[in-house]
């Protein structure tokens, strides 16, 4: 973060962009100067430094991006005053000579003055006119100084500079692809709200108490200090309200991902696992190498007023659960976790480790709602399994009957079950399983589709006028030929009644032919 | 059952039902009210019969004060008519007319968890000491590096605006000392963010040149008392003589100055700007940021500006006066601390700049109190009701163009010595803008007076 006056922008059509320091050829120079600069200037006072950045100044560069930059390196820097006498003790003294004997108004007076004090401190006249104000900042000298590279340095000078727009910041929106948990967990203790929503993906806005009365910078420094947590993953998006002091104007400043992350040269932390316990039991279910999808930390779920960020998320075909694994606990605690839990419309497991359990169980045991999954040392496979199956299974006995209820007739020649089971929002299991127990009259079931009889038919005649010309037919040939119809081959050459020859591995080599030829 | 909370500055009303102070704040889903409207909202409750739970002071332990402090008689009639206006509004007063002891009177009375809101560090320590004093209380203290909450607390503002969620419900009275300040956009926000029901500005200069202290009747009460200068020079305060000095520039600075001058002059001809106000010159400022030239312009004014400030025939011009009043304790002022530096290590005088650490400044104004420095040399940091008792002769080295800082500037040598007249000198260089940047401090000076005096 840099003092304001040191921060840069653009502005354009309502939105606000910080002048990037990009790595550049003269950006990196200007960079490797002053890093250099510093390294040799080890033992030197803090002044000649300045005037590097002056000159700097002078040739031309701007004054913003060479004050930024010495203004990190500073920050890496150790200054010390290295006077052998006390400035102050010395101050002190002259102060009561010149108090005693008035202020040194004529040059002689001012060379005696020096001189008995001086005499006084054992030193030269030269040594106590250098060390009067030796305390002073830009009379410090340079100890020690750890230096970075240019690239990293204009990093580094970007992303406080973004920090530094975002002081003017009234809100910040940002959608993120990991983290969710550490970034909700600073925003609180930042003493910051937020507010999630969906609009195109999970979204959280970010502002403060005060700022539903008014437009209030207040809470910018907070949301600049959150900014870092939020660009620590590999996707985001952040898009910010800036209220720009001299103007009294909002504008919009957006940063995204794709586009910015290079500037910062951010190193992408996902986190992770909170336990051992958590971490095996991600291992040993992947190791099941079952049909649902396990994801860790998935993204937030709307709990009325909160959100909610559970361990793992299961998924399959649509059908979503979650599972919270709870460690340490009392009933108190388990049971408003529940409360938060049971405002979310989202099917939650929840994991309790019966060993750390701080109370009796007893008492929960009349909570027949919930989906409890005790637990000592490793979270079990089978119970959670079966709550997935049967989640799996009502889900799927829910939609079955939902499309038999469903009156739909149907006139296109081909019915793919996946792209119906997208339409009517179903499984594609219940959408197959419906459509084929009981198909539509005047069609027939492929193994992924439902085709109308006069289409399989038509395909058919194709099929057989090409290969009542010599009794066979390349394979690839009668593919395009499926194709052209939009079916594939495979799929209806068994209900057509035709059988493949293989002359080797090789489809080029494969023919059709009738299986009762 | 409706319940009032305090959250981070503001309050929450939980339970059916609205007040008309209220807000309703869908991401937590309750009502939400400014701080500020605690008293009101406590009223509107009981107006309306609601039975309500209040969930919101957390007040340190009430000690015991001491009552030492006796007002003179306009200082009586302040504390009344801010008593009247249910402990509520504004007291104008000039410095050095002993505002403070208002205040501490106030509190004596009121015995109420207190925060006081001071400017600076120093003043922080300056009211503690009063505190200790007049009241024989301890007292806590937010800034600085301290952080204690007792029943009489110190802030900076700075301090308040930031800890404002943790410190907005711990007390029932707010002082604000030089309360200009809390017009500013930021600042305003204490007074929004804490539940205090009885609040007191204290300042010499309570009109801003960008016209925000229209809010202060919002935010503080109305502006209750006005004593001027005029009225109480010489009966309570030193009467003073304000000169003014000129001198020339040497030959060589002289055509130094015009060169940059003429720099900054042209570029402002080339593009048709007028400064007349503080404003053309903040958008000046602003063109600085994108127009290189600009800031060229900036920079050669800056220059022309230290030359003149930084003139040799200025420091002879101080080394005369200073040995015609070797015995006068002596203030210099200058806006510019590499010109303070210079002067401290030319005069071989003690010097005070924000750079001075804390305790080295104790020592210098301790020693300066007791006699034993005759002379100081100071920036800015001495500007606002800092004691500096005694001190007769002062000398401006630079001027400002802001009026407030020259009023107080004078305020600072303003003490009442038994047959003392203080004199106020101003070293001005001869024919450059620093000449225009001092006539338009007095004329608009002499301006206000005359808009007061008409009212």
């Known amino acids: ?517 | 059952m409706v319940s009032l909370w305090f959250d981070k500055g503001t309050l929450l009303l939980k339970g059916d039902v609205g007040t008309p102070y209220g807000k309703w704040d869908p991401r937590v889903g309750c009502f939400r009210l400014k701080a500020l409207h605690y008293r009101d909202v406590l009223a509107y409750l009981k107006e309306s019969h609601v039975p309500f739970e209040d969930n919101v002071p957390q007040l340190p332990p009430l000690e015991t004060l001491k009552s030492t402090v006796k007002l003179r008689p306009y200082q009586e009639s302040a504390l009344k008519r801010w008593q009247r206006a249910q402990n509520r509004g504004v007291l104008v007063l000039p410095t050095a007319a002993g505002k403070t002891y208002i205040a501490l009177k106030a509190m004596e009375q009121l015995r109420t968890q207190t925060l006081i809101v001071v400017p600076t560090l120093d003043l922080i320590d300056q009211w503690r000491s009063r505190i200790r004093e007049c009241l024989g209380a301890a007292s806590g203290a937010v800034g600085g590096g301290e952080n204690t909450v007792r029943m009489v607390t110190v802030s900076t503002y700075d301090s308040a605006y930031l800890q404002a969620a943790f410190l907005g419900n711990k007390f029932l009275l707010l002082i604000f000392d030089e309360v200009h300040h809390l017009a500013s956009p930021s600042y305003m926000q204490i007074a929004e963010m804490y539940i205090a029901p009885y609040r007191m500005g204290l300042t010499a200069t309570y009109e801003r040149i960008d016209e925000r202290h229209h809010l202060l009747p919002r935010l503080v009460g109305d502006l209750v008392f006005t004593i001027q200068v005029e009225e109480l020079t010489g009966k309570h305060l030193a009467p003073y003589i304000y000169e003014k000095k000129y001198v020339g520039l040497s030959a060589g600075e002289q055509q130094l100055y015009n060169r940059e001058m003429g720099t900054f002059k042209k570029y402002l001809r080339e593009k048709h700007i007028v400064m007349k106000s503080p404003k053309d010159f903040q958008r000046f400022i602003m063109r600085t940021g994108r127009d290189p030239r600009a800031r060229e312009a900036l920079l050669a004014r800056n220059r022309a500006l230290k030359i003149a400030l930084n003139s040799q025939e200025k420091i002879n011009a101080l080394a005369k006066l200073l040995d015609a009043n070797k015995n006068e304790k002596t203030l210099i002022f200058t806006l510019h601390t590499d010109l303070v530096y210079t002067i401290s290590q030319r005069f071989l005088i003690p010097a005070i700049t924000y750079l001075t650490p804390k305790e080295e400044r104790r020592e210098i104004l301790e020693n300066f109190r007791k006699g034993n420095y005759h002379t100081i040399i100071t920036s800015q940091v001495l500007d606002e009701g800092i004691d500096v008792p005694d001190a007769t002769v002062g000398y401006i080295l630079s001027g400002t163009g802001s009026t407030r800082a020259y009023i107080q500037r004078l305020g600072r040598l303003l003490r009442k010595v038994e047959g003392k007249q203080a004199h106020l000198i101003e070293v001005v260089s001869k024919e450059t803008m620093e000449v225009q940047m001092s006539r338009r401090r007095t004329q608009k000076n002499t301006e206000e007076k005359n808009a007061i005096a008409s009212k």
Request: net charge positive; charged share 30%.
């Open chain 1, 1 to 517: 973060m840099l003092p304001s006056n040191l921060l840069t922008v653009w502005k354009r059509k309502g939105t606000i962009q910080p002048r990037y320091a990009k790595p550049s050829t003269e950006n990196l120079q200007i960079a490797n100067q002053l890093i250099e600069a510093y390294k040799h200037k080890l033992g030197k006072k803090k002044r000649t430094l300045k005037k590097v950045a002056d000159d700097l100044e002078d040739e031309g560069y701007s004054y913003h991006l060479v004050r930024g930059l010495s203004l990190l390196l500073d920050r890496k820097s150790d200054y010390k005053c290295t006077s052998q006498t006390d400035p102050t003790e010395l101050r002190r003294r002259l102060f009561q000579t010149t108090g005693k004997n008035g202020s040194a108004t004529t040059l002689e007076q001012r060379k005696s003055i020096i001189a008995r004090v001086a005499s006084q401190l054992k030193i030269s006249n030269e040594q106590l006119e250098e060390s009067m104000y030796a305390d002073l900042d830009s009379e410090l000298t340079l100890q020690d100084f750890f230096p970075v590279s240019p690239q990293k340095l204009l990093e580094e000078y970007n992303l406080s500079l973004t920090q530094t727009l975002l002081f003017d910041a009234t809100e910040l929106k940002f959608t993120v692809s990991a983290n969710w948990q550490k970034i909700f967990f600073k925003t609180k203790k930042l003493g910051l709200i937020y507010d999630a929503y969906k609009d195109n993906g999970f979204w959280v806005k970010i502002d403060g108490p005060a700022s539903l009365f008014k437009l209030t910078r207040r809470y910018g420094t907070a949301i600049a200090k959150l900014l870092p947590a939020i660009i620590a993953s590999l996707k985001w998006t952040v898009e910010a309200r800036i209220l720009w002091k001299f103007t009294n104007e909002i504008y919009t400043f957006k940063l995204e991902s794709w586009k910015h992350a290079p500037l910062f040269g951010i190193q992408q932390t996902t986190e992770s696992f909170d336990s051992y316990v958590e971490e095996d039991f991600a291992k040993r279910f992947q190791a099941l190498n079952s049909d649902w999808q396990l994801k860790r930390e998935p993204e937030p779920v709307i709990a009325g007023q909160h959100v909610l960020i559970p361990d793992f998320s299961f998924e399959r075909e649509g059908t979503k659960l979650y599972m919270e694994v709870v460690g340490f606990w009392t009933t108190e605690y388990l049971l408003r976790k529940i409360a938060k839990l049971k405002k979310t419309k989202a099917p939650i497991l929840v994991a309790v480790d019966e060993t750390l359990a701080c109370e009796r169980l007893t008492k929960l045991e009349d909570q027949q709602s919930l989906n409890l999954i005790y637990y000592r040392n490793k979270i079990p496979l089978p119970p959670i399994i079966r709550h997935l199956q049967k989640a799996f299974k009502e889900i799927h006995a829910k939609q079955t009957e939902f499309l038999k209820n469903l009156n739909v007739t149907f006139t296109e020649p081909i019915i793919r079950f996946e792209e119906f089971a997208a339409r009517t929002g179903v499984s594609t299991q219940a959408a197959r399983s419906t459509l084929t127990e009981n198909p539509p009259s005047n069609y027939i079931v492929l193994p992924h589709s439902l085709i109308r009889k006069d289409k399989l038919e038509k395909i058919k005649k194709k099929l057989d006028r090409q290969i009542a010309k010599i009794g066979r037919l390349p394979l690839t040939e009668a593919s395009k030929i499926a194709e052209t119809e939009q079916e594939y081959l495979t799929s209806i050459i068994q209900t057509l009644g035709y059988k493949i020859i293989w002359h080797g591995i090789n489809t080029d080599k494969a023919e059709v032919i009738k299986r009762d030829a």
